[in-house]
């Protein structure tokens, strides 16, 4: 018999709180799902993101927005690697061995491709969810078939059809933004599925700053809301679907789910388990296992929920001043102050653009500098003095420095950035600085990026490569590390590896080398994934990593 329906069948009855994951948050990486299967024990069923027959690059950011604290508006648009790329890491953690029960979310705007994703993915699967519901994917995709009996009642019975011989439940995922959920869940059932998940996000909403759109997006800054302001109507869906199907069929519900209360209210109305999403993002990644016990045993969950909202708070700024360094590089500085500290970054965004994360290089004024790299930096270059720009956040974490006599820094391009409020740090611990810093060119005469500031905390040196990539780390021996010495090293990925394996090859202790890793981020509050590091994400736990982390957990630089 099925795991999955042994654990869930007729658990609304039994009253017992089963935890789950919803698809989208949170377990969107392999490393994800493994931090949870082995480290939050409370959590019995991980959700994957939606998966497609195809790569999906989803929306341009922002794909998260705030109104206010527990409360969100999110327009992803199936962001995910396509099943090829997928399943062979399900399928490692399977071999591994789960202790939880898998749930493989997939997405299609056809039944062909939807029986082709079923099957991929029922060796590796407890349970498939079809996403039948979200509200701002491409049209004939998500909520486009949810939201029509006679396609669901078409779709499900087909793909039952094409693959009888399934061995994982399949769950169909209904949107609440129908007439009649419980009726087209009972359609559902009657067509074959064996559960229904419900329920997807409200909307889409519209969702706006001064006027403007804030997610960027082709349906006009539309998308889905989540969060506690979705919790009533996700009780009023689940209660109706139960009335519909009876007690025999499963339901996954989630909707606004923070606390032991909110879980006990979900089975109370129908549900046999209950997905916690949106709040995850109030919690310290420190006090996940602690606050999903929490919610499990009946606990005081609210406890861990933080009530600071200024990770998703927008603040207006003016353009003061915009000075190009090199042909591609150039520094931006905006109205007012900042109050980051290293290893933290906010977000730069305009509505004609999106946003993207950056390092702060100098708080007072605030001052970043921007390498261009792609449509965003291109369009934030060509705005000139004057014009307005919004920060969001801060996110990350201060670095947890080694308190070292002396420090090795060493800088490359743009990640220099990052050496002044770190060099600010350990100028008031009192440590003695040797600063290196290298640029692809210089001009004669033309200063080393943040020359000016990085000369007052110690020796500073700029070194061009003049054709030859990472040319500063010749300038570094043995001796710049002896005694008692740590190092911090930014920069491109390849110079940071270089830097660090010569470093330990030098006797520095790995655990004295800080690396500051910027991985891709998105929605810089720990809902999207796609920082993640081993088991930890960057935009919850800060930029910089000790090399021995990173060497202990097999990471890529």
């Not at 654990?7 to 994951?21: A, D, F, Q």
């Not at 493989?104 to 056809?110: F, G, L």
């Not at 009642?153 to 209904?174: D, G, N, Q």
């Not at 200024?310 to 603040?315: G, I, K, L, P, T």
Request: include cysteine; glycine fraction near 10%; charge should be negative.
């Amino acid at each position: 018999m099925n795991r999955a329906y042994e654990l869930l069948h007729l658990n609304h009855k039994r009253g017992e709180v089963i935890l789950s994951t919803v698809s989208g948050v949170a377990t969107t990486k392999s490393e994800l799902i493994r931090l949870f299967d082995k480290k939050i024990p409370s959590v019995d069923i991980i959700t994957t993101k939606s998966f497609q027959t195809r790569p999906n690059d989803g929306n341009n950011m922002p794909v998260i927005t705030s109104p206010k604290l527990g409360d969100f508006g999110n327009s992803v648009g199936l962001r995910n690697p396509g099943m090829e790329k997928a399943y062979p890491e399900l399928e490692t953690l399977r071999k591994e061995g789960l202790r939880a029960l898998l749930n493989v979310s997939v997405s299609a705007n056809s039944v062909e491709d939807f029986v082709t994703l079923v099957k991929k993915f029922d060796p590796v699967a407890d349970l498939i969810e079809l996403n039948l519901s979200c509200p701002h994917a491409a049209k004939g995709y998500g909520a486009s078939i949810g939201s029509d009996p006679e396609l669901v009642r078409e779709y499900i019975a087909r793909i039952c059809a094409a693959y009888p011989e399934r061995k994982s439940l399949l769950v169909a995922k209904l949107t609440p933004n129908v007439d009649d959920i419980g009726m087209i869940a009972k359609i559902a059932i009657e067509s074959g599925a064996d559960a229904i998940a419900a329920i997807n996000t409200v909307g889409p909403k519209e969702y706006y700053i001064d006027g403007k759109p804030i997610l960027f997006n082709k349906l006009g800054g539309k998308g889905g809301a989540s969060g506690e302001w979705v919790k009533e109507r996700a009780l009023e869906c689940i209660r109706q679907i139960r009335d519909e199907i009876g007690d025999e069929p499963i339901i996954l519900g989630m909707g606004g789910v923070s606390t032991a209360e909110d879980a006990k209210a979900m089975i109370e109305a129908g549900a046999d388990s209950v997905g916690i999403g949106s709040a995850i993002s109030r919690v310290d990644m420190a006090d996940w296992a602690s606050y999903f016990d929490a919610v499990k045993s009946g606990k005081d969950a609210g406890r861990y929920l933080s009530n600071d909202h200024s990770a998703m708070e927008y603040e207006k700024h003016v353009i003061l001043d915009k000075t190009m360094y090199s042909e591609d590089t150039f520094i931006l500085t905006l109205s007012g102050k900042g109050n980051c500290k290293a290893g933290e970054f906010c977000f730069l965004f305009f509505s004609e653009a999106g946003e993207r994360p950056f390092s702060v290089a100098k708080n007072d004024p605030l001052t970043f500098i921007i390498k261009i790299r792609g449509p965003f930096t291109k369009a934030l270059s060509q705005l000139a003095k004057g014009d307005a720009v919004y920060t969001r956040g801060l996110s990350g974490k201060e670095i947890e420095n080694p308190r070292t006599k002396r420090a090795l820094l060493i800088g490359g391009g743009t990640g220099t950035v990052v050496l002044n409020l770190l060099a600010e740090k350990l100028n008031r611990e009192g440590t003695v600085m040797d600063i290196r810093v290298g640029v692809p060119s210089l001009e004669k005469g033309q200063k080393g990026l943040m020359q000016d500031e990085l000369e007052a905390f110690g020796r500073y040196t700029v070194i061009a490569d003049d054709g030859k990539p990472g040319r500063v780390l010749d300038s570094i021996t043995k001796d710049d590390v002896a005694g008692d010495t740590a190092a911090y090293i930014v920069g491109p990925s390849v110079m940071m590896r270089k830097a660090a394996e010569m470093l330990s090859s030098y006797g520095l202790d790995i655990k004295r080398i800080m690396i500051s890793l910027e991985k891709n981020t998105m929605c810089g509050i720990g809902l999207c994934g796609e920082c993640v590091c081993g088991d930890k994400l960057t935009c919850k736990e800060g930029t910089f990593l000790p090399y021995s982390y990173i060497v202990d957990n097999n990471l890529e630089i």
